[in-house]
């Protein structure tokens, strides 16, 4: 009886231990971003200052809350319309261009006087008024980032080089923006048949 109660016990723990180690994958999901059109929505109904600089350098440069919210002055470069992020993700410094509407009386206001808390309360806030969060209920601050970078897909920016300005490690990361715009897929679908 002892005999068969220690093999029981045996493949009792054999099987829970296979059992344990087939990891379930998750779902990919693809990101959810902003449009331009989405964009001029959420800067019209954006009142603050600092929370329009916050939007535009997420979307116009692709940044990071974090990367935002520690920018300095110095980090930015007028003459070459760039932008240097220190210590991004993986303590990675990359140079991102600099988002069209960026002005010298921005700086002023740099580093950003919010948290990160703060500013994805008031990025959610700006969302529901602006009638946003209607069509797409789990927008967030990266959407913004993720918004930069199918906008970059859409304009036909080659995909390592959108990968260098996200600052992704791997290139696996950067494809998701292809599956999220499908539009030359589907374009030459179209062609072929």
Known sequence: MIQKAKVYKEVTLYTSMVEGSQKKRKAKKLPVALSEEEFGTLIKHTTRKHHKIAFLLGYGSGMRISEVLNLEPSDINFTQRSILIREGKGSKDRTVPM?????EEHIKLLPLSVGARALQKAFNAICKR?????????????????????NAVSKNIPIHHIRTLMGHSNISTTNIYLEANPK????????LF
């Open 184 to 191: 030359e897929a589907l374009k030459s679908y179209e062609n």
């Open 130 to 150: 602006a009638g946003l969060l209607e069509t797409k209920p789990s927008l967030h601050f990266h959407s913004l980032r993720h918004g930069f970078a199918t």
């Open 99 to 103: 988002p069209k509407g960026f002005r």
